[in-house]
């Protein structure tokens, strides 16, 4: 049990500051309610079901940091997807608990507000809630497969809910402390579509202008760039807009696949007809790829040389029509060299930088894999109507839970005297009459 002490004509802070390993409930992070910019807002895959609130993101962004869950403690969400490298990773095939992926990570960026809302290369997925508990299915990336002598996804919710932090935070959540895969998914569907990235170069130009005018802030080979990106072929353009629509640059989801069909395991793959947003594919330690969802392109040269020839391979039956030309033939743009240049310094365009940076998408535990969890105000005020003769304290708490209200005289024996709920927003209040001579209150948290 822990405790906030307050007396009546005194209010005690406890002094607690945020340090690396520390999640502060009592004052959460801003994901439910940032700002985008005035030509995003048309676009947001949120179901109804499901919206983002602080107290959702912040269980969503503990799941994905934590190695517990993986069946042996050894790989989270974020092994795979880390923020410094826009969520993606720079291997090839990334490592889970048993072996490598059959395809290469994805980056999350804008995840929130794609147009095609079904997830993963093949979109396999029908939803993000339905995506976020797939990987801790799998035998290979998280092991609750609950098949090949994995332990199952009930044996999660088992491990999750011995952990007093879980209880917190699913209870500050959702109201109560049960655990479910639908409320983990919920969750983790909330962070990932929390990510954001609206503070690039380009945001800066297209804030000011519209795609097709110069942007003031761009250099030459950026604007020529932007030029060929959002022309079609027979303009003399390279046609990628009309799959990777501006200003989301997310995927058209009619589009079927690039032409890249090789799979990592050796075969032939026509599936892939997702891509991420093309946004923050450099980021500020370099490329984010390899790219493709075999990563087979290790840098954005490499991937406009291939738009440049489409390989004609009679096997890929799934060839979308953008990139091949009446009488069966694939695109060949005859882009020169300063051309792919130019396309590859526009793409760079398209990076922001408090996605990399912001604490509140970043790991909440300690290098040894420790968080403790500030339920309790750090605040306390205090107030005292003299007229009636009443007293009320009120602190910044973690929203929706119940907390305790105990009293005493000798700061020694406590009595109970009542529990009252933080509100939605944090706050949490008690108001009692003034005893004479003296009395103490606190309020407590048993999870
Ligand atoms: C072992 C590495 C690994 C782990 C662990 C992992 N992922 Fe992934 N993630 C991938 C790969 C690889 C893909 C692409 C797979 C595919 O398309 O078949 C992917 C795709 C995704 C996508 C789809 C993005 C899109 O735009 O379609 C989301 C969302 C995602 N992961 C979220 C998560 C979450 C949430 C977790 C933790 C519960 C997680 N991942 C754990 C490797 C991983
Ligand atoms: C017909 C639709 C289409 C057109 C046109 C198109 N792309 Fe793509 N793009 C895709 C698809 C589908 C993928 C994912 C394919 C895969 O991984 O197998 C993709 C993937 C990519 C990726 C890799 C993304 C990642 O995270 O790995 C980049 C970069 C890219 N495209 C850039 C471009 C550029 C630049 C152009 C114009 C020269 C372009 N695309 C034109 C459909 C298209």
């Known amino acids: 049990m822990k405790t906030c002490i307050t007396l009546w004509s005194l209010s005690l802070a406890s002094l607690v500051f945020a340090q690396n390993g520390t999640l502060d409930l009592t004052k959460l992070h801003n994901y439910a309610n940032q700002a985008r910019p005035a030509y995003i807002t048309?676009?947001?895959?949120?179901?109804?079901?499901?919206?983002?609130?602080?107290?959702?993101?912040?269980?969503?962004?503990?799941?994905f940091y934590d190695k517990r869950m993986s069946r042996n403690n050894t790989v989270s969400c974020s092994s795979c997807h880390q923020q410094a490298r826009g969520f993606s990773d720079t291997a090839t095939a990334s490592v889970g608990v048993d072996g490598t992926t059959g395809r290469h990570s994805m980056r999350l960026i804008?995840?929130?507000?794609?147009?095609?809302?079904?997830?993963?290369?093949?979109?396999?997925?029908?939803?993000?809630?339905?995506?976020?508990?797939?990987?801790?299915?799998?035998?290979?990336?998280?092991?609750?497969?609950?098949?090949?002598?994995?332990?199952?996804?009930?044996?999660l919710v088992n491990k999750l809910n011995a952990i007093p932090e879980y209880r917190v935070l699913f209870a500050m959540t959702y109201g109560s402390p049960v655990i479910s895969e639908t409320n983990i998914q919920r969750a983790l569907a909330q962070f990932v579509r929390s990510i954001q990235s609206f503070d690039s170069k380009y945001d800066v130009g297209r804030a000011v202008s519209n795609d097709n005018q110069n942007f003031a802030n761009f250099t030459a080979a950026e604007n020529r760039g932007k030029t060929l990106f959002l022309n079609p072929p027979p303009q003399g353009g390279a046609g990628c807009a009309t799959c990777h629509v501006p200003p989301h640059f997310d995927i058209d989801p009619n589009s079927r696949n690039n032409g890249v069909i090789g799979s990592l395991s050796g075969g032939v793959d026509l599936t892939n007809v997702r891509s991420p947003s093309l946004r923050d594919s450099v980021g500020p330690l370099g490329s984010n790829g390899p790219f493709m969802h075999n990563g087979v392109f290790a840098n954005l040269s490499q991937v406009i040389a291939h738009y440049n020839t489409i390989p004609n391979n009679p096997a890929n039956t799934n060839l979308d029509n953008r990139l091949s030309r009446p009488g069966g033939q694939t695109q060949n743009l005859g882009l020169n060299q300063q051309q792919s240049s130019d396309l590859v310094a526009f793409l760079g365009t398209l990076t922001g930088s408090s996605v990399y940076t912001d604490v509140k998408w970043s790991n909440p535990f300690n290098a040894s894999n420790e968080l403790s969890v500030i339920i309790l105000p750090s605040a306390v005020t205090t107030t005292i109507n003299r007229q009636t003769n009443s007293y009320t304290m009120t602190c910044r708490a973690a929203p929706g839970l119940s907390y305790g209200v105990e009293t005493s005289t000798n700061l020694k024996d406590w009595t109970t005297v009542t529990s009252v709920a933080a509100d939605t927003l944090g706050n949490v209040s008690y108001s009692a009459d003034v005893v004479p001579p003296k009395a103490f209150y606190r309020f407590t948290y048993t999870p």
């Open 42 to 63: 048309n676009r947001d895959n949120t179901p109804g079901t499901n919206p983002i609130t602080d107290a959702g993101a912040t269980l969503g962004r503990v799941m």
């Open 110 to 155: 804008n995840s929130r507000f794609s147009l095609e809302r079904k997830f993963f290369w093949d979109e396999r997925a029908a939803t993000l809630e339905a995506q976020t508990t797939q990987p801790i299915r799998d035998h290979v990336e998280m092991g609750f497969s609950g098949a090949s002598g994995d332990p199952a996804f009930a044996d």
